[in-house]
């Protein structure tokens, strides 16, 4: 289950136990379920809930009705409004750690560190696995490959 916990999501799981989503900055919180809309798939009306493409009819369609206004659910998403001129970049920080009031530093205090030691780690790990292949090109497309494969993993 999700809900808004100030200006971050509160993550409670089974298995992982609560954690939270900050986002730096100021996002909007939106929330639906996981269900399908059976109205517009199957012409079921009478309906409840909030279905899993309320974001999309939020955001896309202006439906302010299509997400949760109690701010929980099964899917949450952090909605950012930014404004970047062309040529112009971004960058929105996010970190899930363990729930409040675990002693932690500020969620951007250590952000920068934290980034730079995954990076190693995951330079280090595809340069052992990709020893053979001298190709920057090649081992780029494999990377970009396995982390493809990786991201669609359903567990």
């Not at 989503?21 to 929330?31: I, K, N, P, S, V």
């Not at 675990?102 to 980034?115: H, Q, S």
Request: charged share 25%; net charge neutral.
């Amino acid at each position: 289950m999700l809900r808004a916990d100030g200006g971050s999501l509160a993550i409670e799981h089974a298995l992982l136990g609560t954690r939270r989503l900050e986002g730096d900055g100021a996002a909007q919180l939106l929330f639906c379920d996981n269900g399908s809309n059976r109205r517009r798939l199957f012409g079921q009306h009478g309906m409840t809930g909030f279905a899993k493409d309320g974001f999309h009819e939020h955001i896309v369609h202006g439906d302010p009705c299509a997400v949760n206004p109690a701010q929980c659910g099964t899917k949450a998403g952090m909605r950012y409004r930014l404004q970047v001129e062309a040529g112009g970049s971004h960058i929105v920080r996010l970190r899930l750690r363990p729930a409040a009031g675990t002693p932690l530093p500020g969620p951007w205090d250590d952000f920068a560190a934290v980034m730079s030691q995954h990076r190693g780690e995951a330079d280090g790990f595809y340069g052992r696995l990709q020893e053979e292949i001298t190709d920057t090109d090649a081992r780029l497309v494999q990377r970009q490959a396995y982390a493809g494969m990786i991201w669609s993993k359903q567990f």
